[in-house]
């Protein structure tokens, strides 16, 4: 069984954004971009499935411009077995992420498709569900565990009340959420080994894909900030505050 | 042509958020609300009940008991031409769910607004809520979820809509619920609690959280975690208050041994009014805090358990 993972290029986690002054847009330039963190807890899924010789051949997909190519290294320098580039400077949604990856699992046949269960920039979460619906396959989103079986894999799921267990036909799509694993480090010479792995570069166009946005950005701002507080002395002080000022005790 | 609000409930009790989803569907025209579920009667009832609501669709059938995502999409799909707005409450199941039905009416989805500016305009918070983004759909059905901080709840009660039986479509069989384990607590629930009380990695074991219960106990309160308790073992994970947990904004939340990370800023930080104790008194979480408090939490909070319990 073969298996594709989607990896996004985003803000890196420890990256505050802020808006450009003008409101059109998140200011991105010079800013640290990294794999989404929720991307490489896939890519590592993936990787331990085939570690457990369930999984033959492991691809890592990417969408986006040029600089993607960093974030597809990244995915086959932790072990993935090659890459595939869905090259656009255009905004990319995630409706139309999953028609890419619609597309692309008609050519490549995977038995599982991993992908993040959010990307943390956007903060959309909607990517796996589109694409499972898109190609009628069941979804495990926000996977804690998977098991996978014959014909089948058995996810538990991280929801509102705790834990849930579903069974799935395979193919199917899978979301990672963070308990599923802890992404293993990237080791120098294995990123050496990297640069020699296969990366083909598609266009959305070589896969029939119409990209258009459906979302059209009025404009962006800072969310209001909080007035400054204070720092009390003392326990005594605190409940003080709590019952007199604030009243919510 | 309404909105049609997809009821969140366990078969036998609608869940809260919904409310907040009726909420944020009534600044967009009509509400009809569907309750798709296995002998889930009651909460049709209590569906019809909803301040706002015009009409109740209950379908009823085994395979929609747990919600699973395979057969609940195509039912939705089903009666979605009759609106213009689809909505659910952006809890794990509304997540799970809107987009599916999105891509099978190929439109966009809105994640979690917080806002209404007209009918095809929505507020949202992005980059783990350091941008706030508004955004125009310009497909003819606008899928959502809906934050349920962002709007209060309508009553749950004052309302008389009409209950219509929706037949069910079949079963896929793509997917099979298997089981669950669900957080037992007798404390209030999160994501609806007015008070909350959140520990982080310096609460140092699951033993210790016991102090944070403790505080919680006293103030009626619900516990919350950031990710690294999660990660750790303290609590289970629905504990996590977060960009990537649960969006909590009660009148009083207390972090406690929490640094304060973006992450779990995201997801607290438009509480009424935020405590903080912790050692550090660099700390980003007083950045944010109202009242904060720099010492040792195994000296504080017991101290402030006793004064409290004065
Ligand atoms: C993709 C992604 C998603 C994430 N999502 C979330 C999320 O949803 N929610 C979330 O919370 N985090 C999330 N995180 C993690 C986040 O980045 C931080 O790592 C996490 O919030 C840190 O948790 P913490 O504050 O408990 O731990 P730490 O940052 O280690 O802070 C512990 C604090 O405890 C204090 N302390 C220690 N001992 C004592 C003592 N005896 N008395 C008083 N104070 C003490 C320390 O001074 C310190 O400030 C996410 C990260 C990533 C990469
Ligand atoms: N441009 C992209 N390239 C590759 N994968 C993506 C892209 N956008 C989204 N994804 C995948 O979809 C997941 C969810 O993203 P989102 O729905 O945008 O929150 C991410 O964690 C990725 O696995």
Redesign the interface.
Known sequence: MKILVAVKRA?D?NV????KSDGTG?DLANVKMSMNP?DEIAVEEALRLQEAGKVTEVVAISIGPTACQETLRTAMAMGADRGILVQTDDEV???AV?KLLQALVAKEAPGLVILG??A???????????????L???????A?KIDVGEGTV?VK?????????????LPAIVTA???LNEPRYVKLPNIMKAKKKQLDVVSPADLGVDIT???????????PA??G????A???E??A??RNE?K?? | MGALVIAEHNNTVLNIATLNAVAAASKLGTVDILVAGHQCQAVAAAAAQVTGVTKVLHADAPHYA?G???NL?PLVVSLATNYQHLLAAA???G??????????L???????IIGVVSDD?FVR???????????????RIKAITVRTTGFDPVAATGGAGTIETVAAGPDL???????????KSTRPEL?AAN?IVSGGRGIGSAENFAIIEKLADV?GAAVGAS?AA??AGYV???YQVG??G?VVAP??YIAIGISGA??HLAGM?DS????AINKD?EAPI?Q????????DLFK?VP??ID??SK
């Open positions: 803000i986690y505050k954004a802020r808006p998140v929720f949604q995630p409706l999953a269960k959010q943390i920039d956007d903060d959309s979460n909607q990517t796996g569900q589109m694409l499972a619906g898109l009628g396959w069941p979804q495990g989103t926000f804690a058995e799921r991280e929801v509102d009340g705790g834990l849930q267990t579903v069974a799935l036909k959420d963070l308990r946005p459906r979302l059209k950005l009025v404009k962006v701002a800072e969310p909080r007035a507080g204070v720092k009390v003392d326990v005594q605190l409940v505050k709590l604030a919510v005790i | 747990h699973l995502a395979e999409a809890t794990t199941n997540k799970n769910v809107m987009p599916r039905i999105a891509a099978l190929d439109v966009a989805q809105l994640s979690d305009t918070p992005i980059y783990a809520g350091n941008v706030v983004a508004t955004v125009q759909s310009l497909d069989g793509l997917s099979q619920f298997k089981g669950e384990e669900l957080t994501a008070r103030l990710r999660v990660d289970p994970n629905d960009q990537t649960k009148e009083l973006i992450q930080k009424k009014v935020i405590v008194e007083f944010v805090a109202d009242y904060g408090l720099v010492g504080e101290a402030l004064a409290l």
